[in-house]
Structures are given as structure tokens and as C-alpha cells.
T-cell receptor, first 116, second 113 residues
Framework: DTGVSQDPRHKITKRGQNVTFRCDPI?????LYWYRQTLGQGPEFLTY????????KSRLLSDRFSAERPKGSFSTLEIQRTEQGDSAMYLC??????????????FGNGTRLTVT | GNSVTQMEGPVTLSEEAFLTINCTYT??????LFWYVQYPGEGLQLLLK?????DKGSNKGFEATYRKETTSFHLEKGSVQVSDSAVYFCALSSMGGAQKLVFGQGTRLTINP
């Protein structure tokens, strides 16, 4: 178990640029989640996948945001035309969903985005 | 909608002091309740959980009891250590389906030797 890995750890970009983050979940986990955390607040749910299917998206996820999980392994989160309000820590988590219940979420260390 | 409210921080205590961090929630149905901890420079980690009323979750000397009548899940520890310094998040997950967690705003805890 190498844990949930996120890349990059930090990203600084200019307003209007596109950015993409990557998340590698724990290998046997079939569920993958994206959360966003702003300073002094708790994480907020953005979206989640079961295998390769994106099953739910929050209203927080505007049209500029898109997430994919090809082949049900790693996931990418892309933000187009970044705005200063997008500055936050983007957290990825994974879990194993089975018929009898869900394992706890395992979180990565996050990608901190700063939009200047 | 579902929500979680935590006591305002930051909280500063001396080593071996008694700790309580209050957490109350609003939810439909019967959510599962969690405490997560974030140590400096690390990702969120599950500290403890409770899935039904009157359940007590415990781990590393921390405890929290699911109180449906007061919609609360307060975190307690009898004797804190410097190594407990971290940010603590209370969270809930609605019944069934994905573990779509709703978090409180977090409470920063600092323990002085």
C-alpha cells in the first residue's frame, strides 16, 4: 500500500491558463474522489468515480472543471481558464466499495493551486 | 442540506490536559460520523468513526460518541501529548452510496510541552 499519490504538490499559474492535476489511488480501490479545500475551511466534495464512471458531480464543479478516470486507474482534474477564486488545495481520495460497505477514504497530500 | 459545525479554533492546551472539540451536525436520515486529523505536512487521516446512534469510536486515546438526541459527535482525549498537535475535522456521510463526506471547518489544536 503506497497510499494515494498526487502530482504536482504545488502549481502556480496565471489567470486564464489551463491546469491539470493527477491522482494515483491505492491500486485496489475502485472509488476515487476529488475535494477542494480553501484556507481555514474543511474539504468540499467535487466529484467521484466508481471505476471509470463519473457518478456524481457537485454544483461547485463549474463547466471549466473536468475530471476523467480512464480505465478506472489514475484520474486527472483539469481546470480551464483559471480564475483567482480557483486557488485552493485540491485533494484526491480513494476507497474500496464492496457489497457489505465501504472502506474508509484514504486521502492524498493534495495539490496546492495558486492563481495569480 | 447536510452540514457540520465545529467549535472555533485555534485551541491551545498544555501537555496532559483534557481535550474536548465540539461537533454538531444537521442531516437527514442516519449519517455515519467521522473525525479526521491532518498533521503538519501530511494528508487527512481517519482518526475514528461511528455508524449508528450510541456507537463510540475510539483510536489513539481519542473517543467520540454518536449522540442522535443532541446531533453531536464531540471528540475527547483524557491526556493530550505534543504529538497530538494537528488540525481536526469532523465529518458526516449520508447513508448508502458513495462516502460523499461533508466536513466541518476544522479545529487547529496546539499542545505545548
Amino acid at each position: 500500500d503506497t497510499g494515494v499519490s498526487q502530482d504536482p504538490r504545488h502549481k502556480i499559474t496565471k489567470r486564464g491558463q489551463n491546469v491539470t492535476f493527477r491522482c494515483d489511488p491505492i491500486s485496489e480501490h475502485n472509488r476515487l474522489y476529488w475535494y477542494r479545500q480553501t484556507l481555514g475551511q474543511g474539504p468540499e466534495f467535487l466529484t467521484y468515480f466508481q471505476n471509470e464512471a463519473q457518478l456524481e458531480k457537485s454544483r461547485l464543479l463549474s463547466d471549466r472543471f473536468s475530471a476523467e478516470r480512464p480505465k478506472g486507474s489514475f484520474s486527472t482534474l483539469e481546470i480551464q481558464r483559471t480564475e483567482q477564486g480557483d486557488s485552493a488545495m485540491y485533494l484526491c481520495a480513494s476507497s474500496l466499495a464492496r457489497g457489505g460497505g465501504n472502506s474508509p477514504l484514504h486521502f492524498g497530500n493534495g495539490t496546492r493551486l495558486t492563481v495569480t | 442540506g447536510n452540514s457540520v459545525t465545529q467549535m472555533e479554533g485555534p485551541v491551545t492546551l498544555s501537555e496532559e490536559a483534557f481535550l474536548t472539540i465540539n461537533c454538531t451536525y444537521t442531516a437527514t436520515g442516519y449519517p455515519s460520523l467521522f473525525w479526521y486529523v491532518q498533521y503538519p505536512g501530511e494528508g487527512l487521516q481517519l482518526l475514528l468513526k461511528a455508524t449508528k446512534a450510541d456507537d463510540k469510536g475510539s483510536n489513539k486515546g481519542f473517543e467520540a460518541t454518536y449522540r442522535k438526541e443532541t446531533t453531536s459527535f464531540h471528540l475527547e482525549k483524557g491526556s493530550v501529548q505534543v504529538s497530538d498537535s494537528a488540525v481536526y475535522f469532523c465529518a458526516l456521510s449520508s447513508m448508502g452510496g458513495a462516502q460523499k463526506l461533508v466536513f466541518g471547518q476544522g479545529t487547529r489544536l496546539t499542545i505545548n510541552p
